[in-house]
């Protein structure tokens, strides 16, 4: 099975310090919906892991959630895609151990999957999607896309070693044609 693991804000949907609070906020990237299409084509399951501590915050609820995902997976399929499942952490404790930059959400989705994170590309753009893929022996890529260029501008240090893409749809062009 190829697996592929996004972050959800900044990398498929345009990011907000404010948070996304509603599916009317939830606006995709340009070419995000498409590249997850064409990693579908390509043999990939693709699967999102996000932080979403907006809900323990009292930005928003748990069936505001589901409509902004209901969003989301509609907008993929309209495109020919895709996304297997979305795991996500409403916690705020970076205790957590679902909580990114832990590593325990994409745990848990070996567990589901009954697979190895060996190797499995883990999308983000932050320096959060880069520990938490770290830690889980996965394959950290970085998008410039969401906090991405602030990520590389303030982290240097923790991007070092991690390929860095303008947006999802490099990245797929990169995994597509590297395995051919």
């Known amino acids: 099975m190829k697996l592929i693991i996004l972050d959800r804000d900044g990398v498929i949907n345009q990011d907000s310090d404010t948070f996304i609070k509603s599916p009317d906020e939830w606006i995709p990237i340009p070419g995000s919906l498409e590249a997850i299409a064409r990693l579908n084509h390509a043999g990939y399951r693709?699967?999102?892991a996000t932080n979403q501590s907006g809900i323990v915050r009292g930005l928003f609820d748990l069936e505001t959630l589901n409509l902004i995902h209901k969003k989301m997976y509609r907008m993929v399929q309209e495109v020919g895609g895709l996304i297997d499942a979305v795991f996500f952490c409403p916690d705020l404790d970076?205790?957590?151990?679902y909580r990114k930059p832990n590593p325990g959400m994409l745990l848990e989705i070996v567990r589901?999957?009954?697979c190895s994170l060996q190797g499995v590309p883990v999308v983000g753009d932050?320096?959060?999607?880069?520990?938490?893929?770290?830690a889980a022996n996965a394959w950290p890529l970085l998008v410039r896309t969401g906090k991405?260029?602030?990520t590389l501008e303030?982290?240097?240090?923790s991007c070092a070693n991690v390929l860095v893409f303008d947006h999802l749809a490099a990245v797929t062009d990169y995994l597509i044609h590297s395995t051919e």
């Open 154 to 157: 303030r982290e240097a240090e």
């Open 94 to 97: 970076e205790t957590h151990p």
């Open 148 to 150: 991405g260029t602030r």
């Open 112 to 114: 589901r999957l009954k």
């Open 126 to 134: 932050s320096v959060r999607d880069i520990r938490a893929a770290r």
């Open 46 to 48: 693709v699967v999102v």
